[in-house]
């Protein structure tokens, strides 16, 4: 996601990183990858599948970030509008494929209990909706790439819990991996520290003549 956000951004709009942003991505891209490179369950469907959704949450959180800034709307108020939005365009569509499907399977009900399901599907719903209320609580406050970095931990937390729920063997290209993601991250923040740091300076100078 930090790649495509910066790719997007520069050709959408026209911003610039300087050079230490752009070094400080590289060890997070390619961590994410090792970590997943021992993935026994690779598909070229599901990786273009992959792309192009990491493709579109970078589109979202660039301009829902555009939107936030120059409306000046609240940042739940765009999420509910996002929400009321998504499930006019997709409900049809859920309709027409798992919708039919459910309607027309007569051994759905005997295969697993129907309030089991149905608490499944408020909580997958309920943690879905606290993610994206996290999600744009934190990209009111930061930029897009910020918010991409961020996301890319939060990858490496997947995997992680992913290892321990699934009892996935561990390997050391996992290891390696998630530690040079985090050590990225570690030094993207600390970029972004500097340059608020520096900017803060120079409006004091400014301000002060």
Known sequence: MPLFTILLARILFGEKQ???VYLSLVPIILGVAIATITEISFDMLGLVSALMSTCGFSLQ???SKKVLT?????HLRLLHLL?????FMFLPVWVFT???????DDTLLLRRDPGETIILLLLDGGLNWLQNFVAFTILNYVTP???AVASATKRI????ISLLLLRNPITLANVVGMFLAIIGVLGYNKVIFLHVILIKNIFLMLKSK
């Open 157 to 160: 937390s997947v995997i992680t």
């Open 70 to 74: 120059d409306t000046g709307i609240h």
């Open 61 to 63: 959180n660039i301009y």
């Open 18 to 20: 300087t050079s230490k």
């Open 145 to 147: 790439l910020t918010y």
């Open 83 to 87: 929400g009321c939005l998504a499930l």
């Open 98 to 104: 798992d919708g039919l499907s459910i309607f027309n």
